[in-house]
């Protein structure tokens, strides 16, 4: 049996990635809202923000590393100071194309980060994901 999230965040700068990362969570039928943020700061506005139907929880969060003007790094570093109650129950997911052991490392060591992948999202990545986090007792 499949899990549908209620909703998953991506931030990326790149625009064709975030379509792309889109597309295959649409395809996969795998959340009933995607929330695509072009930069961290805005996903931090966003996350700071009251939570209704119009605006929903992220349960699944994937960070870019490399962006300008907030890198996934320096948003992690304001992700800590949000209100516990906002940050509960997020799983968040680092998808780079670094391949630096140091941003894995990092990665490793974060305490709100969940897993490390390289890019492009694809749909066994994320049933592996939701199946993990979501599903009790399912086979990762």
């Given amino acids: 049996m499949k899990k549908k999230l ?14 792309y990362h889109q597309l295959v969570i649409e395809e996969g039928d795998f959340a009933e809202r995607i929330i695509v943020m072009q930069n961290a700061i805005e996903a931090l506005a966003y996350l700071n923000g009251a939570f209704d139907l119009e605006r929903p929880k992220p349960d699944l969060i994937f960070l870019d590393i490399n962006m300008p003007r907030m890198n996934g790094w320096e948003f992690l570093e304001q992700y800590k100071n949000l209100p516990a109650e906002r940050r509960a129950d997020n799983v968040i997911v680092m998808l780079s194309t670094s391949a630096n052991p140091d941003d894995i490392q990092r990665a490793e060591e974060n305490e709100f980060v969940n897993e490390y992948h390289d890019k492009p999202l694809t749909e066994i990545l994320l049933e592996r994901i939701i199946a993990k986090y979501w599903m009790a007792g399912a086979a990762v």
């Fill in 6 to 19: 209620d909703c998953i965040m991506l931030i990326d700068d790149d625009f064709p990635t975030n379509l």
